[in-house]
């Protein structure tokens, strides 16, 4: 089938020079303007008009209305109080009726069934990875199960492009998280997908990127195998390989970058801080992609500097990478550019291959020279 999507790029691509990290300098190398009637954000943000317009079942009990909200047209995004924790307190109250009321409708749906339900009455989830933001890097398989899902439980950073495929019966539960606001805890979905599962339902867990890197898939999957319910993971394109394809940037290239590496820029509680690999990390053969970056980078680089990378290494920094919104910027320049999650960034030789890079190809030739 066809999915519509088209691009309205805002580029604005630079490379990095590690060596002024913090410093002004800057060497553009590709400028584009985008289309001004694109939408601030591709994504569903935490109390966007279009969430509650898409989960309004969800706030049907007894005749209540959804969260009155304020929305700004231009930012389509919402004003709310400041009292986070008492906001997504109220927003699950507000659910709870709905969803018991769905559980047992989809419970008499199984019992009524017969043989079309597995002989244990239980349910399959399906983890779905949707890539970074383009519908049409949806794999077949992940479309097929999108349509014919009967719940979807969906992160921040699934594209509202990709949610436009879902079949018109299914219901869908915005879960995601954003920093300082946890729609829901990770125990709470947990709870969630297990109890649609064994009512019998098709139950889809939609998660940007591919589910089981830097996402919680694992842990998801995990838990749920532990109860009996049998997990299927559909994988995704992870943003490294989607965005780097976008801009042409090879992530391993013969003769100038034998490996690539994957590294968060945030780590759970009490695990290791991405600054303290950077010693292992500062391999001027290597291609480093830092995901969830924008707090941590300004000191990464420096380390990364301080084990021996090369100050004058190519990188960028991509907000919002496949998307109508996507742009490029200085990495040092993440606060004046006001770049936002997601902003992947790419640092290594091989981000002068890019085809947008000034005299990409004799760089190319020099470096496979060298």
């Not at 420096?302 to 920094?317: C, E, M, N, S, Y």
Request: proline share 6%.
């Amino acid at each position: 089938m066809a999915l519509p999507y088209t691009h309205h790029y805002d580029l604005s691509f630079f490379a990095l020079n590690l060596k002024k990290f913090g410093s002004s300098h800057l060497q553009p190398f590709c400028c584009l303007r985008c289309n001004s009637s694109v939408s601030s954000s591709p994504f569903t943000e935490k109390h966007s008009l279009q969430r509650y317009q898409r989960d309004q079942w969800v706030y049907n009990n007894n005749n209540q209305q959804r969260p009155s909200l304020s929305c700004d047209d231009e930012a389509a995004s919402c004003s709310v109080p400041a009292d986070s924790d008492s906001i997504r307190l109220n927003d699950i109250a507000l659910q709870l009726p709905e969803l018991r009321k769905l559980l047992q409708v989809l419970k008499h749906k199984r019992e009524s069934c017969g043989g079309q339900v597995p002989k244990n009455g239980l349910g399959d989830v399906f983890l779905v990875g949707t890539g970074p933001g383009d519908p049409d890097l949806l794999t077949l398989k992940a479309v097929k199960v999108i349509q014919k899902a009967d719940l979807l439980l969906y992160d921040r950073l699934v594209s509202n492009a990709v949610l436009d495929l879902v079949g018109p019966d299914a219901r869908l539960l915005y879960v995601g998280k954003t920093a300082g606001y946890h729609s829901r805890t990770q125990e709470e979905i947990h709870e969630l997908l297990l109890s649609f599962a064994e009512a019998g339902a098709t139950v889809v867990r939609l998660q940007g990127g591919d589910p089981l890197v830097f996402g919680r898939g694992g842990e998801e999957m995990d838990f749920l195998q532990q109860q009996g319910i049998q997990v299927k993971v559909i994988p995704g394109i992870t943003a490294a390989s989607g965005i780097s394809a976008e801009l042409g940037i090879p992530l391993t290239h013969r003769g100038i970058a034998n490996s690539v590496r994957f590294l968060t820029g945030h780590s759970r509680k009490g695990g290791t801080d991405p600054l303290f690999v950077a010693e292992n990390a500062a391999d001027p053969d290597s291609t480093l992609v830092v995901y969830m970056g924008l707090s941590t980078l300004p000191s990464l680089a420096q380390k990364l500097i301080h084990h021996g990378l090369p100050p004058d290494t190519p990188a960028t920094a991509v907000e919002r990478g496949t998307t109508p919104q996507q742009r490029m910027d200085l990495a040092d320049k993440i606060k004046t550019a006001e770049l936002v999650s997601p902003t992947l960034i790419i640092i290594g030789k091989v981000v002068a291959l890019s085809p947008f890079w000034p005299q990409s190809l004799t760089e190319a030739s020099r470096l496979v020279e060298v």
